[in-house]
């Protein structure tokens, strides 16, 4: 029996989470121990992020934009 499971929230590498907020690897990683991105999914040894929490950065970034 075959099951097709549609996933809407993939799972991004940092290289992936970098190219959408355009940012380097080192800030990526920075800002994940400073709390501005969340901590990985750990898959083993993988560290993965849902797209919608990298999404999310961006939507907070503009939240506290608008609260200045």
């Avoid at 993939?10 to 990526?28: F, H, M, N, R, V």
């Avoid at 991105?37 to 608008?66: D, F, T, Y």
Wanted: hydrophobic share 40%; net charge positive.
């Amino acid at each position: 029996m075959s099951e097709t499971y549609a996933h809407t929230d993939p799972l991004l590498t940092d290289k992936e989470g970098c190219a959408i907020l355009g940012i380097a690897k080192p800030t990526w990683h920075k800002w994940v121990q400073r709390g501005l991105i969340p901590k990985p999914v750990k898959l083993g040894n993988l560290s993965r992020w849902p797209r919608s929490e990298v999404l999310a950065v961006i939507e907070n970034a503009k939240a506290a934009r608008q609260a200045v």
